[in-house]
DNA sequence: GCTGTCAACTTGAGTA
DNA sequence: TACTCAAGTTGACAGC
């Protein structure tokens, strides 16, 4: 087995029965290593009962239940020996042993980050071989990295969510303002533009431009020397629609 | 004391 | 079947 999975597959787990990945990779809730952001302190052990490691490993072993499993406690040995990562009872809730919160440094961060930057998950070689780079365990790699990527996407949910809300005011307005357009045509039709004299209904249309209406020009007129003067004003914008909007 | 952050954990689902 | 991931949860800690 390489180094760096030595750590990984120290199988101590306590309470949690359901686990199915409990034995192969994951510590207890309690357990945390004692010294992971101070490389220098890495090699010292929990100094609870004066134990030496390999005592102390031969406690978790009875108290996890897990003599028979000759492999793990290698593991938790080399662990312990290498500072990786110390196992802890349940009942074991001081020093290193409780369930520490552990504080990645400045620079453990920040390497992580630049990583993460160029790729948001990690293969097996590339986690084993940060997690020697950082001194960390592969396990608190590949947790940072999930963790990492469900922050990203909670955020890329936030900012979804504030773009939706914005496209729907402006949904809202544009439909407020369709609602209005609406209601003024329905009143012209009440009380038609005195344009609109001068032409059948059908013809009539808005122009684009300046939402006035509109109708087909010359065709229908139907001219009258009494037309009064001011209708023949709207008339002359009006009856020259769309062709010259401009003007409008 | 409350709240937010974050490392670590559990669980269920997907995949090679 | 082992492994990885997402989603949700837990617990320690810091800042107010």
Redesign the pocket.
Known sequence: MEQEEVGLALGL??????????L??????????CA?LEPSLSLSLPAKDSLAAPVRIAAVKRELRMEEDDEATDKALYSVASGAVVAAGADD?EGCN???????SKEQ?ALLEDRFKEH?????KQ?AALARQLN??P??V??????????T?LKQTEVDCELLKRCCETLTEENRRLHRELQQLRALNHHPHPAAFFMPAAALSICPSCERIAGAPATATTGGADRPKAAGRAAAHLFSPFANSAAC
């Open positions: 787990s306590l309470g949690h029965s359901s686990g199915h990945h409990q192969k990779e994951q510590q207890s809730p309690w357990s945390q290593p992971l809730d409780s369930r520490k919160k552990l504080r990645l961060s948001s998950t990690l293969n097996p986690k960390l365990r396990r608190q590949e947790v940072w990295f999930q963790n990492r990527r469900a922050r996407k």
